[in-house]
């Protein structure tokens, strides 16, 4: 893979494929660890006259503009890093985008509004996302790929845009690919993998390819329902993937004749209703064993006796890879389960590797010191499936 340091980039327009998909409180950035994580990559650039174009998605928007998705925080938070002023495009390939971009002088930085305002960005259908990459490739002589959150999508500015451009990698992926290479590479075991989050339908593949290369299995969070399902118990309206069940069952059974220990939880919090994470108003819930979930009630964290036995399963671990906080750990009520993996990963003395836009924000805003851990990843599906040992599309289009 190529590098900024093999780009010419003084005098050139560069269009950096960032991931700022941070999380927000209307438009307040509640952690800016990811823009952070991009900003030298965009101040080395700005050191050697590039016309920087910053560019990125923000959540799951649908295609369209929708302003509670509006990458302006984040373009505004990047010049306050970079300490200087960042010029903002209210549109991705409009005529915002195309003004503000040919406006730039060396030296100088605009972020585009969110890609996934444009169907094309996302769309399954090749052309479609050709031409909407097409666009992009429009606005800049040079592509720096810089998004390691986003490397897993086969996206139209993650894939097909890098095809169309010179190319090279950023330094936030070189650093990242670097630091889970390792991972493949050179395991110090026992190699434990704890799993939670929300995304549920996308990280249960995963598990597949993580029993052949794993020897301990945690899993929390929300997917954690969906194995208590194919284990036969009520998990009431707790988030499941109910066509995730029979391979649930399939992965149970295979971890289980490979001698991979598989830890789902023992007891959970649950509530009727999903916390209100603007008031934080206290939310009362009840802690009942896995097998004992209300039919009317979501689990919402793991229990107190699932965050002791997990601690007890990273305690000796020569490797631990965690993606996906263990609860809703956004309200106070839910953020003891995250916590406390959190405080396991620290007093083991396993190299720790921590990946993923929420998993990262909830370390430190649960209030830990980031550096105590070995690498914390701002990609969690991204990592994930680079552990899988899977071709990613925004890797494999830097490497051609
Ligand atoms: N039991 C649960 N039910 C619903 N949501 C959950 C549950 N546990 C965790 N979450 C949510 O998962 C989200 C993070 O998931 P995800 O995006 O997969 O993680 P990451 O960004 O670290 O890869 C958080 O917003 C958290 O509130
Ligand atoms: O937040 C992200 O991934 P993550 O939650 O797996 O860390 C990335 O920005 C990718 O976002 P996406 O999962 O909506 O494609």
Not at 26 to 38: F, W
Not at 152 to 175: C, E, M, Q, W
Not at 211 to 216: N, P, S
């Amino acid at each position: 893979m190529k590098t900024i340091d093999d780009l010419q980039v003084a005098g050139q327009r560069v269009f950096v494929r960032a991931d700022l998909n941070v999380p927000l409180d209307g438009t307040t950035i509640t952690d800016d660890g990811r823009i952070r994580a991009v900003a030298p990559t965009i101040a080395k650039l700005v050191e050697r006259g590039a016309r920087v174009i910053v560019a990125s998605h923000l959540g799951r928007p649908k295609g369209a503009p929708d302003p509670a998705f509006s990458l302006a925080p984040a373009a505004a938070r990047l010049g306050e890093i970079l300490g200087q002023d960042v010029a903002f495009a209210a549109d991705t390939v409009g005529e915002s985008a195309r003004a503000v971009t040919a406006g730039l002088a060396d030296g100088q930085v605009a972020v585009l509004e969110n890609l996934r305002f444009n169907a094309g960005e996302t769309s399954k259908d090749d052309a479609e996302r050709g031409a909407f990459a097409e666009q992009l490739a429009g606005l800049a002589d040079l592509y720096v790929g810089d998004g390691f959150g986003a490397v897993h999508r086969k996206h139209a500015s993650v894939y097909d845009l890098p095809k169309r451009l010179p190319h090279a990698a950023g330094d936030l992926i070189a650093t990242e690919v670097g630091v889970l290479k390792k991972l493949t590479e050179d395991v110090k075991r026992p190699y434990v993998v704890a799993l939670g989050g929300a995304k549920v339908s996308d990280k249960l593949a995963v598990i597949d390819q993580l029993i052949e290369k794993a020897d301990r299995i945690l899993v929390g969070g929300g997917m954690a329902y969906t194995f208590l399902k194919a284990k036969g118990h009520e998990v009431g309206i707790s988030l499941l993937q109910e066509d995730q069940v029979p391979a649930c069952l399939e992965y149970l059974a295979r971890a289980e004749k490979r001698g991979v220990e598989f830890v789902l939880p023992v007891d959970v919090l649950v509530s009727a209703e999903f916390p209100d994470l603007k008031t934080k108003a206290p939310a009362h819930p009840d802690t009942v064993a896995a097998d004992a979930i209300p039919a009317d009630k979501e689990g919402l964290d793991i229990g107190p006796k699932t965050r002791e036995l997990y601690a007890a399963k990273l305690a000796d671990a020569g490797t631990v890879f965690w993606n996906g906080p263990m609860g809703v750990f956004e309200h106070p009520d839910y953020a003891g389960g995250t916590q406390a993996v959190a405080q396991a990963l620290l007093d083991s003395p396993a190299f720790t590797v921590v990946g993923g836009g929420d998993s990262a924000a909830a370390v430190r805003l649960l209030g830990f010191d980031e550096t105590a851990f070995g690498h914390i990843s701002t990609g969690g599906g991204a990592s994930l499936e680079y552990l899988e040992g899977k071709t990613l599309p925004g890797l494999a289009a830097l490497e051609d």
